[in-house]
């Protein structure tokens, strides 16, 4: 990860209970500080709000349950999203044995492009 610069142009998205608690948004922001440790970054119409953020990690700065993500860009926090959706239905699909209808040759083909196979057993 690359140390923010002032004026930077980044995408901050509610989460926790701030997501809970108001519609769940996403907005850009800018950077308006960066120190050694930690950058704030600014975002808001009338009433602007600060939030800062750990420098190596990106996560929000505070004591308690974190209200805020940190995206490059809105395409990131896009693709975030469909990633999260595409495991989720992936874990549900094969979550119950019995439940799903893969044939074997389907479940090879799926192996094959993540890259995985089963273990070899020895029988001896």
Request: with cysteine; aromatic share 12%; charged share 30%.
């Amino acid at each position: 990860m690359e140390k923010p610069k002032v004026g930077d142009k980044l995408w901050l998205v509610d989460c926790g209970n701030r997501a809970r608690s108001d519609s769940g948004e996403s907005r850009e922001c800018e950077v308006i500080k960066v120190g050694r440790k930690y950058f704030t970054v600014e975002y808001g119409g009338r009433y602007r709000h600060e939030v800062q953020f750990v420098i190596e990690t990106r996560l929000e700065h505070t004591k308690y349950c974190k209200n805020y993500l940190l995206c490059d860009s809105r395409q990131d926090h896009e693709n975030e999203t469909e990633h999260h959706a595409w495991i989720g239905l992936f874990r549900e699909s094969f979550a119950y044995y019995g439940r799903n209808n893969f044939t074997l040759d389907q479940l090879r083909d799926a192996a094959k492009i993540l890259g995985i196979a089963l273990k070899a057993t020895n029988d001896n």
